[in-house]
Every structure is written in structure tokens, then in C-alpha cells.
């Protein structure tokens, strides 16, 4: 005659399954390299064009005033977070210190993004 386990034991059995399974650290979430950020220290409310110097709303690719483009766009993250203009169009004003030359945002640009962009 076979012994065929009993519904406690395999309740038994199961229970230190699980048991085992939560005795085991959990493995930690993977940690996420975070990029140096720009902070934006002023926020500008327009663009002014570097073709005629007439202002234009943020956002705008093409002067309203001449019809010049305002700037080649570059990858997002070496753009001014306010306009998208290439950040390399910033003048340093002192330190981390940067202003857009589109919009003329002040913004604080980590040394790691100075050096990608070779800013001085």
C-alpha cells in the first residue's frame, strides 16, 4: 500500500517553501547613475534673435521679425533647458555660471557638462 501524503504535510511543505524563499535578501534594485543636471537659476520669457535682435516667444525656430532660423538644434541634453538652443552659444558669467545666448537664461552648468561641451 502507498502512503499518499497527507493534506497537512503538503500544507507543511509548502509553508517552508516559502519559508526558504523569504529567508533570501532581496537583491537590491539596480543603482541608477545619475547625470549632472543644469539648474536653471533665472527663467527667460522669450528668445531674442541673434540675426536682427528682435524678440520671439520661447520655442520659436525662426525669427518672426527676419525668418532666420534662430539656431541648429543640438541632442537635448547639451541644450539650454529653457530654449533648446545649443549650450555651446552660453557665455560664463563667473564659476558655474552660464547665460543662454538665445534666451539669456541664467543657468548653473556642472563642470562635467563643461568639459563635454568645452565651454570656458
Known sequence: IEKTPSVVEEIEKEI????????KPP?????EEKKPA????SKASDMVCPHCGKL????????????QQMFTPEEPSMSCPVCNAPLSLSQNI???LYVCGICFSELKIPP?????LNLK
Do not use: W, Y
Request: with cysteine.
Open 16 to 23: 517552508e517553501e516559502i519559508l526558504e524563499v523569504e529567508e
Open 27 to 31: 537583491t537590491p534594485p539596480p543603482v
Open 38 to 41: 543644469i539648474e536653471i537659476v
Open 56 to 67: 520671439n516667444p520661447l520655442g520659436s525656430r525662426k525669427c518672426k521679425a527676419c525668418g
Open 94 to 96: 563667473a564659476g558655474d
Open 112 to 116: 562635467e557638462i563643461q568639459k563635454t
